[in-house]
Structures are given as structure tokens and as C-alpha cells.
């Protein structure tokens, strides 16, 4: 299939006037989702809480690709983003998409950042029909559970089982550890799952695992696990989990003289990750992700440079790339679809195929998940430091 190029930050998203001829929803069938002149989405994000980080970066990479699309608009029609916070808990997240599709009469929704929030919001998306698109969430729960896929669900992420593995290829591969510890978030899906895809893949590749430990989010102290995992003498620690803890867990290990290669994934991909463990311990450290600042591609750099024009210069992390990248593939969905309908969004988001975005050039497979590259990205004084990318 041709390539659709977004070029130039895609800036060039040409949202032709008379495209969508029925985006106002002609058919008896479709519901409101606009007041004529907007098309609404629902932004359903962890905006305070636990891991506010995540919901705040996604929520400035789609306003700047809202920004952009509205621009030239689509038929005519602004998006309008109607947000809610869902406190980076699930019951709040579970509140949140009844509301937007309820009463706000979404076309469709963005979020949530972690698979848990966003799996609190299956039933309701399932039951209302309308399409849920999770940014970051990594979960294969999400889109495909008991066999069964969840066919108003879609995500922009690369998922668990992919994010694992590629750790494991490279702690074998690169790092050269024969051995490894994993230490995971016991009440986390997303940790459990790396995790899982890890062992599996490390073992395959002929490593052993010495040591499987756990914690729970929310605990502080450390020490006394991580003077077990030292006993084992891993060649290798993977942890998979989000940044406040791995942050307080690198910190300590290195106080506990544990200065082993550790390895998480796209969780630990906050600001805040340098602050709580400090610069020096985040030396030899890896994750993997979705995207670089750092890499020289085009079409990353011309959206590196319109992100630090619209925030003051900041560099714009991966959860901003994935927010980014969700607003444009929302919005060629819509385009193709020639409507604001939710149904024919959902049936335009399945035929995805071949579309260039900042994290990668995706196409979508049949469990609405997107086949694309992953980054690894080393810590080296506190900074990201792109290392390589990983085709699947």
C-alpha cells in the first residue's frame, strides 16, 4: 500500500475541504459529536496522582497536534478536546469515559496513559461504541482479552510482550549477561507483563534467571531486597516498572554497592526519574522506548523543534511523542472516514496501514496493536542518551 506521508512535523496533513463531506453525521444512525463546526474527543488522562507525569506529557504532545490539524481543520471542523482527570486511578478512569460518552457524546476517546486505567475503560467503550485509543498503554489486555478482541480499542503503543523481548535480545546481546534479576510491581499489569516476555526471551536466548523478587507501588524501602538480589551476583537486573519507585530502587541499589546494568521500560521515562534517583546512580541504566529526542530522523527533529516552540524549549519525552502521534492518528482516521461518526472512525482506525508518525511508521494488526520500531535509550549523567532502535 502506498505510504501516507505526514511531512514536515506533519504540517502538511491535508485535510482537503469536501473530503469529509459527511463529517457532520448525515446518517440517521450517527449520534451528536459536534455542535456542527467542532468535532469533540474525549482526553481521558492521569493529569494529578501517582503517575501525573505520564498524563501531562501526553496531553501536550496531542494539544500541539490538535493545533496543528485545526489549522487547516477537517472538513471545516475544529477538534474540540474535552478532558478529564482521571487521577491515575481506574475507578476514576472507569467515571471519566462514562461522562465523556455519556454526556459530552464523544466521537472518540484518548487515554489512558497506563493499561490499567485505560482496561477500566474497555466496557464502557465496548457497550457505547465508541473507539478508545490508549497512547502508552502496553497491556495485550487492552485491545485483546479471553480470546476475545476488543474492537473499540486501539492503542499508539508498541505493547508488553515486544517490550520485554527487545530487553532481553539486548541484555543477551549487547550487555553480554549470561545471567539476570528481575524485580517487578506485583500490582502492576504493565510490570507483570515485561516481565513475563523478559524471562521467556532471556532463557530462550540460553541466560539464567537468579533472582525474582517483588514490591508493591507505594513502598519506599528497598534495601533489604536488593542486598538479596546482590547476593545472587546477577550479570543483569531488569525493572519493569514506573518511575517513582524505580527511581527510589536504582538510588538505593547503588547505596547498597549493587552497580550491575539495570533495565526498565517506557515507565521510567520521566523527568521526575533523575530527580528522585539522582544522575550518577541512572549511570548504566537502560530502557527501552518509543522514541529519541536525539535521533536524527526528519520527521522527529521538525516535531523536536515545534514542541520547544510551543513549551518554552523543553525537550519533548516519549509520552509527548505518543500523545503527538495519537492527535494525527486520530485525525487520519477521521479523514479517511469522511465522517465524525464513531462507528466509521473505528472502522477507518482497523485499516490503518503504512502511516509515518514521530514514533515510528506503524501499520495496525489484526489485535489493534501497531507493528513498529522500539528505541534504547542509556542514561549517561542524568540524560538520554539514544543508543539504537529495534525493528520487530
Known amino acids: 500500500m502506498k505510504k501516507k506521508k505526514l511531512a514536515g512535523a506533519f504540517l502538511s496533513l491535508t485535510l482537503a475541504a469536501g473530503v469529509l463531506a459527511g463529517c457532520s453525521g448525515s446518517g440517521s444512525s450517527e449520534k451528536s459529536s459536534g455542535d456542527g463546526d467542532t468535532i469533540k474527543i ?3 488522562l492521569e493529569l494529578s496522582g501517582g503517575v501525573a507525569s505520564y498524563g501531562q506529557s501526553i496531553a501536550e504532545g496531542l ?13 471545516g471542523k475544529k477538534i474540540k478536546l474535552i478532558k478529564v482527570d482521571n487521577k491515575s486511578e481506574a475507578s476514576e478512569a472507569t467515571s471519566g469515559a462514562i461522562k465523556l460518552t455519556s454526556q459530552d457524546q464523544v ?23 465508541v473507539p478508545v485509543i490508549s497512547p502508552s498503554g502496553t497491556s495485550p489486555e487492552i485491545t485483546f482479552s479471553k480470546d476475545k478482541l476488543n474492537d473499540y480499542i486501539f492503542r499508539t503503543s508498541f505493547i508488553d510482550p515486544f517490550q520485554g523481548t527487545v530487553a532481553a535480545n539486548f541484555a543477551t546481546k549487547e550487555i553480554k549477561a549470561k545471567s539476570a534479576a528481575i524485580y517487578i510491581d506485583s500490582a502492576s499489569d ?5 516481565a513475563a516476555a523478559f524471562k521467556e526471551q532471556f532463557e530462550k536466548n540460553g541466560g539464567k534467571i537468579v533472582a525474582e523478587e517483588a514490591y508493591i507501588a507505594k513502598d519506599t524501602d528497598f534495601r533489604s531486597t536488593l542486598t538479596r538480589l546482590k547476593s545472587a551476583k546477577p550479570d543483569f537486573i531488569f525493572l519493569p516498572g514506573y518511575y517513582e519507585e524505580a527511581g527510589l530502587i536504582v538510588k538505593q541499589a547503588r547505596e547498597t554497592g549493587l552497580d550491575v546494568p539495570f533495565m526498565g521500560g517506557d515507565g521510567w521515562d520521566s523527568p521526575k526519574l533523575v530527580e528522585i534517583a539522582g544522575a550518577k546512580a541512572l549511570n548504566n541504566t537502560f530502557i527501552t522506548n518509543h522514541y529519541s529526542s536525539g535521533d536524527p530522523d526528519e520527521k522527529i527533529q521538525n516535531f523536536v523543534s515545534a514542541f520547544k516552540a510551543k513549551y518554552k524549549d523543553k525537550s519533548p519525552d516519549a509520552f509527548n511523542a505518543l500523545g503527538y502521534d495519537t492527535g494525527y492518528f486520530l485525525a487520519d482516521a477521521i479523514k479517511r472516514a469522511g465522517s465524525a461518526d464513531s462507528e466509521k472512525i473505528k472502522e477507518a482506525l482497523e485499516k490503518t496501514a503504512d502511516l509515518e508518525l514521530v514514533t515510528g511508521t506503524f501499520t495496525l494488526d489484526e489485535k489493534h496493536n501497531p507493528i513498529k520500531s522500539a528505541t534504547i535509550l542509556e542514561f549517561k549523567e542524568g540524560k538520554q542518551v ?5 525493528n520487530p
Open 42 to 44: 474525549g482526553v481521558n
Open 63 to 75: 494539544e500541539l497536534a490538535t493545533a496543528e490539524i485545526n489549522k487547516e481543520g477537517i472538513d
Open 107 to 129: 466521537a472518540a476517546i484518548v487515554g489512558a496513559a497506563t493499561s490499567t486505567n485505560s482496561i477500566a475503560q474497555v466496557q464502557i467503550a465496548q457497550d457505547n461504541k
Open 190 to 194: 504493565y510490570s507483570k507483563g515485561l
Open 386 to 390: 539514544f543508543n539504537t532502535k529495534i
